[in-house]
């Protein structure tokens, strides 16, 4: 059986490149997706043509009817697919969102069922030079051709490219043409088959109470001790806050309700400033902080009106702005959403983030953390069962990954980090059989590729995101790309003045390549004359050595410093400041030293990208039992580790007789 799983495993989450052009190369969607695609497309076709011969002109129109009656039948699937509280995910234990592409593929499946129907009829009227004669006199084949005309639009603008246009205007339209396409449907249809029109309107209207019914429940009834209560407004208030790269912090303190998890993401209104919106957003917190928070990157429609507020409020006189913060933005809020597998089953944990991602692996991260500190003392940190089941972790060795364009990046995850980072010393100095290994991989920065001018020292602290309170700090010196960098992590308590003990102390590495940047930007290919590392890091333990990195337009840096001589000069400067690598500094390292253990620091920052095959079949070979991969991030990313996990699992022999343990696979993308 395992075998058997672990095989099926293998062929549904393979997929393969279709296209290539220049640099750009496009993929399949996953076996998996296309075996029940062509599944569905088979029953359909053999239900519309069986035992009817379609070469034989005195069948057309009983094939006309036939595929009628079973476009008809699709209606309440193409409906039970697109609801967010529906019968099918329920029973499959599926959100939402991993349905909708089904959605719309049956419904392109009704749509060629639709155009089959037409077809014969127009086939069968062709003969007798009679379409347009039915066309301008006969109501029901008008009403027909007005549903097929509608049906034509919803399935074209349906498609990624055009409904990312305007996602805000495609989600009114659709609304509005599914409506249209329904009424046409029901005016067409016979009496006698009106049913079927009327249980996928059903299954909306049930789908649209749920929702209203959680909605008005998290928004107007729960309050904090899970009482029912009526409330003066049926709004939370929320914080906008300005954070580094166009990033928006969302922030709800206290609020009445507590029941989601980590990984799961809600709906967000704030009529005030996106009039008649909701979005969805991935909460950025864990019901034990005692808030709920989002992280939104700024792109266009309400992220942009958000990051604008944020800012106007920032620039306001310090009075001014502690008192519209007291007040907040009325916000309604709907969820949560997503489902995930329970991460704590697992021996050992992958995630990896590109970008905003990690407001999807961040909370899992922690909320495993979490549960090993809410057993550490059961059976000295063993884990055990009964005792953790439903509240503890089986997990033991956690790997996370994180990749970022600039350091500003990952400030607004630094301090989750420092407090992992700090609590797994906790929980392995009290003898804890626990690890977690972080790296951020940093693909494109100024301060990295800039000219030895701009290096200065930085300080770089927990509230660079705003948080209330200072809970620790990390001094980076930043000098150019290439040369060394003096990092000191210290830690305070936020409300004592004394410093935390050794174990406490959390160490941040930077392992940069030797990246050369041009004072000059016309030898320079990314933003503002900065140099952006395409190398790819095969082995992180090595990354310490010189590699050659080479900017995004794929030139050689040590080329264009040559070709310039001001460049040559600034790097000819930069090199004499370079002659050791980076090593950890500090009392968090010294400590290290002391005490004999490794070098890798908590947090290692490794300028280029990863190479996730490699780092995926390192946490494989240390595993003890099943393991689980977790990616959230572009469609490239998420098509690199899942064929990773393919190629990892064929070429290990999993549950094949190599007591190589199952993988789990769970991906996440950006898209909608």
């Known amino acids: 059986m395992a075998t058997t799983a672990a095989i099926i495993r293998e062929l549904m989450h393979g997929s393969y490149p279709l296209v290539f052009f220049e640099r750009k190369h496009w993929r399949s969607p996953t076996l998996g997706r296309i075996s029940i695609v062509i599944a569905e497309l088979i029953l359909v076709l053999v239900l519309c043509f069986y035992r009817l011969n379609p070469h034989d002109q005195w069948q057309w129109e009983d094939i006309g009817y036939r595929t009628g009656f079973i476009a008809t039948a699709q209606l309440p699937l193409v409906v039970l697919l697109a609801g967010k509280r529906n019968i099918i995910g329920w029973l499959t234990g599926t959100s939402y969102e991993r349905l909708n592409w089904l959605h719309r593929w049956v419904s392109r499946i009704l749509f060629l069922t639709v155009t089959i129907h037409m077809g014969f009829w127009f086939v069968d009227w062709a003969r007798y030079d009679y379409i347009m004669v039915k066309l301008t006199t006969d109501a029901i084949t008008q009403r027909g051709f007005a549903a097929w005309c509608i049906l034509l639009w919803i399935v074209l603008s349906s498609f990624a490219p055009i409904r990312r246009l305007n996602y805000e205007f495609f989600v009114a339209q659709h609304i509005v043409t599914f409506i249209g396409f329904f009424a046409a449907v029901y005016l067409h249809l016979p009496q006698e088959v009106k049913v079927w029109i009327w249980i996928p309107i059903g299954f909306f209207i049930l789908d649209r109470v749920l929702r209203a019914g959680s909605t ?40 009445p309700f507590r029941h989601w998890k980590a990984g799961q993401h809600m709906f967000v209104s704030c009529h005030g400033l996106a009039p008649l919106q909701a979005h969805p957003f991935t909460i950025a917190s864990l019901p034990s902080d005692g808030k709920l928070e989002f992280i939104v990157k700024m792109k266009s429609g309400s992220t942009k009106r958000f990051f604008r507020h944020a800012e106007k409020a920032q620039s ?28 704590r089953q697992f021996d050992s944990v992958f995630l990896i983030a590109g970008g905003s991602g990690a407001t999807f692996t961040v909370p899992l991260l922690r909320d495993l953390v979490f549960r090993w500190w809410k057993h550490k003392n059961n059976r000295k940190c063993g884990f055990t069962p009964p005792v953790f089941a439903f509240d503890g972790a089986a997990t033991r060795f956690i790997r996370f990954v994180w990749i970022v364009k600039s350091q500003q990046q990952q400030d607004c995850f630094r301090s989750q980090l420092l407090d992992v980072a700090a609590d797994v010393r906790k929980l392995k100095s009290q003898g804890c059989d626990v690890e977690v290994e972080m790296s951020i991989y940093v693909t494109c920065d100024e301060t990295l590729g800039g000219d030895a001018s701009r290096a200065g020292s ?24 290439g040369n060394n960098i003096n990092e000191t992590a210290t830690a305070q308590s936020s409300t004592k003045t004394f410093e935390k003990s050794p174990d406490d102390m959390v160490s941040i590495r930077s392992t ?38 080479q900017c995004n337009c794929g030139t050689d840096r040590s080329q264009a410093v040559q070709d310039n001589p001001v460049s040559k000069e600034a790097s000819s400067e930069r090199s004499a400041q370079s002659s050791s690598l980076p090593t950890i500094v500090g009392e968090a390292a010294e400590d290290n030293n002391i005490k004999g253990s490794p070098q890798r620091p908590d947090i290692a920052m490794v300028s280029g990208r990863p190479q996730p095959r490699s780092l995926i079949r390192k946490m494989l070979e240390q595993a003890l039992g099943e393991s689980a991969v977790v990616v959230c991030g572009p469609q490239g990313l998420t098509d690199d580790v899942r064929q990773s996990v393919v190629w990892l699992s064929n070429d290990r022999a999993v549950h094949k007789g190599t007591g190589a343990q199952g993988i789990y696979l769970h991906t996440e993308s950006f898209d909608y």
């Open 216 to 255: 008005l429940l998290i928004n107007f009834l729960l309050s904090k001790d899970r009482k029912i209560r009526f409330s003066r407004r049926c709004t939370h208030r929320a914080t906008f806050e300005p954070l580094t790269g166009d990033t928006t912090r969302i922030t709800i303190a206290n609020p």
């Open 316 to 343: 306001l006189p310090i009075a001014s702005r502690e008192a519209r913060q007291r007040e907040g933005q009325s916000v309604i809020l709907e969820g949560p959403y997503g489902r995930i597998r329970p991460l």
């Open 458 to 481: 930085v300080i770089m602290n927990k509230r660079s995101c705003g948080d209330a309170s200072p809970a620790g700090s990390i001094t980076m010196n930043k000098r150019s790309c």
């Open 512 to 549: 940069l390549s030797n990246c050369e940047s041009s004072v000059d930007a016309i030898t320079s290919c990314g933003p503002n004359g900065t140099c952006c590392c395409m190398q790819t890091v095969e082995d992180e333990g090595k990354a310490l050595e010189r590699i050659q990195c």
